[in-house]
């Protein structure tokens, strides 16, 4: 079977699926080194080597490209049956797994000074109390919101997520379709993080590894500690693998069991 046919292929259901132009992107550097080596698609995990090894890519480089790998060739075993050459192989080790997270007293300076409502729920409350991806928020509309319910898209796909009265509330009938309002307009991905980064600049947080996702590192590493499972944190987060996911177990300091029902939002502020 030629490497190039079903790669397009794949890529066509990807955007069908309606994966983020970003995802997509990645997906399709990822096939395009693949069929660099392999006109013919591979079916032997060795032949595989040569694509992940390759000199040019560095060690982050290696593990995204066997990262969309297992996801090209998992689709391709469901709709084929083709034999998955990704079966056996492993993640390169990232040298550091360290995430940033905000103690409460830097959560408690965040909230003083996002006065407005929507910095206050745009960064604070959907960041942290639902563990969204910038991108995610961005692309919220009100009509995303059913019966407490939030419909979330996002690298994954489609996920529900059960939001509390509070953030509720932001999603009332109004006007406008998009709920991130700007002076000119409809906020970007781009806008949110501009907002992020001037009320982390006004409440004094700095350093390396803060950004954005600090938000979201703090939203999973608080969940694991109130007592929340790892498959539930994997669902609400929209992590493809557990072993994301786990890395909040090690954050959270604790020897957290798997539990198979119950779920913990956090509130903070």
Known sequence: MQTAA??????????????????????????NRLIKHCSELPNDGFD??????????????????LKCLKSFFGWAQRRHKWPNPCVGLTLPRQRNQTRRVLTKNEI?????????????TLLLLLLLDCGLRVAEVANLRRGDLRDGWLTVTGKTGERLLLVSGELANLFHPRRRDRLWIGRQGALTREGIMLIHCRLFALAGITGPKTGPHTLRHTFGTFYIR??????????????????????????????????SQGETHISIG
């Open 226 to 259: 109130a007592g929340g499972g790892i498959r539930q944190l994997q669902q609400i987060m929209g992590h493809s693998q557990i072993e994301t996911t786990m890395i909040y177990v090690h954050l959270a300091g604790n020897d957290v069991l798997d539990r």
């Open 48 to 65: 595989l080597l040569p694509v992940i090894g390759d000199d040019s890519l560095g060690a982050t480089s290696r593990r995204d490209l």
């Open 108 to 120: 408690d300076r965040l909230f003083s000074v996002a006065t407005s409502i929507r910095d206050r």
């Open 6 to 31: 079903l790669a397009g292929e794949y890529l066509t259901y990807c955007k069908y699926l309606g994966l983020a132009e970003k995802t997509i992107k990645q997906y399709r550097w990822a096939l």
